[in-house]
């Protein structure tokens, strides 16, 4: 019962082209949304949210997608660059969970840039 | 100067052990939290602290104690471990509880029960 999941495990992509990474959940009630970026033998590290009244959120070369009624959103790299390659996580807060700190997340996809 | 520091970085150990991880952040926050990544890859929470009390205590076997000493401080002890107990384990922090206060992460622990 997987309320975020990312259901493709890795993606590949050529330098300077677009990446897009897809996240759904099941729970409607989440309101927040974040992208996590983890290098190997590192933490995730913090990338982009994205809050449930807005449907875009963009930062530089990042933005980010939410498409409420499909439950869907999205991440998208433009141009992609090698030290992009990664695993991104995909999380969600909400049904009260907001002010506790608690992050839902998805079991992450791997981009990888080729240059 | 590392935010979020985990030790160790490895641990190998056999079933019915007992081991300790511990969290040092040197962030200033006064909100930390444990979370288990399992062999599917998802991140799950285990345990949250605010300023050394417990906020999320989520559906973990009792095996499993946090230990928050201090506010930069949060470690885990695990009794009798299991085979299930195999997974990486990250220590994150972040100032406030509330989830729109970014969370830092440790590198992670890596844990092999024989």
């Known amino acids: 019962d997987q309320q975020v999941k990312q259901n493709s495990p890795s993606l590949s992509v050529q330098e300077g082209r677009i990446s897009i990474l897809n996240c759904d959940y099941t729970?409607?009630?989440?309101?927040?949304f974040l992208w996590y970026k983890k290098y190997p033998a590192e933490g995730p590290t913090f990338l982009i949210s994205?809050?449930?009244?807005?449907d875009k959120n963009e930062d530089g070369r990042f933005t980010v997608f939410l498409n409420k009624s499909a439950k869907h959103l999205s991440l998208h790299i433009v141009p992609s660059q090698p030290g992009d390659s990664a695993v991104y996580f995909c999380?969600?807060?909400?049904?009260?969970?907001?002010?506790?700190?608690?992050?839902?997340f998805g079991q992450g996809t791997t981009l990888q840039v080729k240059p | 100067d590392t935010a979020v520091s985990q030790t160790p970085k490895y641990l190998v150990t056999q079933m019915g052990n007992d081991k300790s991880i511990k969290c040092e952040q040197n962030?200033?926050?006064?909100?930390m939290y444990w979370y288990k990544q399992d062999s599917k890859k998802f991140l799950k929470i285990m345990f949250s602290y605010n300023n050394k009390e417990l906020i999320i205590n989520e559906t973990v076997p009792n095996r499993f104690s946090p230990k928050s000493p201090d506010k930069a401080h949060l470690n885990l002890h695990i009794n009798s471990l299991e085979l299930g107990d195999s997974a990486v384990y990250f220590c994150?922090?972040?100032?406030?509880?509330?989830?729109?206060?970014?969370?830092?992460f440790g590198p992670g622990t890596r844990l092999t029960v024989l």
């Open positions: 962030l200033g926050h006064d909100t």
């Open positions: 729970n409607s009630m989440f309101d927040y």
């Open positions: 994205i809050s449930s009244i807005k």
């Open positions: 999380a969600a807060s909400g049904e009260g969970s907001s002010n506790t700190g608690k992050l839902i």
């Open positions: 994150a922090s972040s100032q406030g509880v509330n989830t729109y206060n970014e969370q830092f």
